[in-house]
T-cell receptor
């Protein structure tokens, strides 16, 4: 049973470009979470999704950021018109939910905006 | 604001000593989890303790939870150099479903 898979591991974008980060949850997990981690800081919650639904996006910036978790395929975190301040590590986690709330994390995508 | 706060922010000990890290939180929780993060890597799940549990063990790890004080501690016994990492607590908050909120972490250095 593969763990949470994130790709790419490293992503470099120029200011103004779009960044698309992918997350495939563990097999059988229908709950996905995205977190952002700035250097030397903890993880900041961004968004919580279940299949085809956004449950809580209270941590998402109001503009340029969006997330989806379609019925088929990975969850996608999309950042439009990236700025230098978007440079961070973005982690995805998945869980079974519904009382089984151990969350397992991927290795993260390190986004660098140049 | 984030739910969990770890203490201390940084800890340096000799190999073989025990390391204790604390986590405080603000609101009622379903459970609390501890994670380890090696530099530049992802998070590794260590242990989950539910709100109705007071203590759990896993190998050299011992976690306690005091819901009256809204605090948890992680004890690593007989530390090894390989335990050098950042340790985070994450809380699943009772009234917001399954979201997890992280503290800023404790950076542990174990000196060989």
């Amino acid at each position: 049973n593969a763990g949470v898979m994130q790709n790419p591991r490293h992503l470099v974008r120029r200011r103004g470009q779009e960044a698309r980060l992918r997350c495939s949850p563990m097999k059988g997990h229908s709950h996905v979470y995205w977190y952002r981690q700035l250097p030397e800081e903890g993880l900041k919650f961004m968004v919580y999704l279940q299949k085809e639904n956004i449950i809580d996006e209270s941590g998402m910036p109001k503009e340029r950021f969006s997330a989806e978790f379609p019925k088929e395929g990975p969850s996608i975190l999309r950042i439009q018109q990236v700025v230098r301040g978007d440079s961070a590590a973005y982690f995805c986690a998945s869980s079974l939910g519904t009382g089984r709330t151990e969350a397992f994390f991927g290795q993260g995508t390190r986004l660098t905006v140049v | 604001s984030q739910q969990g706060e770890e203490d201390p922010q940084a800890l340096s000990i000799q190999e073989g000593e025990n390391a204790t890290m604390n986590c405080s939180y603000k609101t009622s929780i379903n459970n609390l989890q501890w994670y380890r993060q090696n530099s530049g890597r992802g998070l590794v799940h260590l242990i989950l303790i539910r709100s109705n549990e007071r203590e759990k063990h896993s190998g050299r790890l011992r976690v306690t939870l005091d819901t009256s004080k809204k605090s948890s501690s992680l004890l690593i016994t007989a530390s090894r150099a390989a335990d050098t990492a950042s340790y985070f607590c994450a809380t699943a908050v009772s009234n917001t479903g399954n979201q997890f909120y992280f503290g800023t972490g404790t950076s542990l250095t174990v000196i060989p």
